[in-house]
Nanobody
Framework: QVQLVESGGGLVQAGGSLRLSCAAS?????MGWFRQAPGKDREFVAA????????YNTDSVKGRFTISRDNAKNTVYLQMNSLKPEDTAVYYC??????????????WGQGTQVTVSS
C-alpha cells in the first residue's frame, strides 16, 4: 500500500512559479502528476521513472514544468515556472502504473489546488 500527500499549492500571479511536493509512504516506482480544472477531464501532466532516468511532460507544459524526485526522501516534485491562468487546477500526485505508457496509476493523492491569477 502506498499513501501520497501533496503540498505546495496556492495562489500565484501569471508568470510566477510554484513547486509542488508529493511525499510517499511505501514502495514507489513510476510517479506522475495529473491535474483537473473545473468542468474538465483529468489531464496527465508529467511522469518520472524510479531512477529519474526517464521523464515525460505533456506538450502544454514542456519548457515550463519540471518533474524530479528524491528517492532518499521518497518524494516527487513538480517545479512550475511561467505559470498561466490556464494552469489553474487541482494537481494530483500518482504512483505505480503498470507501465510507462499507461495512465492507469494505482495510487493517488488527495490533490492540491493551484490558482493562477491574470
Amino acid at each position: 500500500q502506498v499513501q501520497l500527500v501533496e503540498s505546495g499549492g496556492g495562489l500565484v500571479q501569471a508568470g510566477g512559479s510554484l513547486r509542488l511536493s508529493c511525499a510517499a509512504s511505501g514502495r514507489t516506482s513510476i510517479m506522475g502528476w495529473f491535474r483537473q480544472a473545473p468542468g474538465k477531464d483529468r489531464e496527465f501532466v508529467a511522469a518520472i521513472s524510479w531512477s529519474a532516468g526517464s521523464t515525460y511532460n505533456t506538450d502544454s507544459v514542456k519548457g515550463r514544468f519540471t518533474i524530479s524526485r528524491d528517492n532518499a526522501k521518497n518524494t516527487v516534485y513538480l517545479q512550475m515556472n511561467s505559470l498561466k491562468p490556464e494552469d489553474t487546477a487541482v494537481y494530483y500526485c500518482a504512483a505505480n502504473p503498470p507501465g510507462w505508457e499507461t495512465r492507469a496509476y494505482a495510487y493517488w493523492g488527495q490533490g492540491t489546488q493551484v490558482t493562477v491569477s491574470s
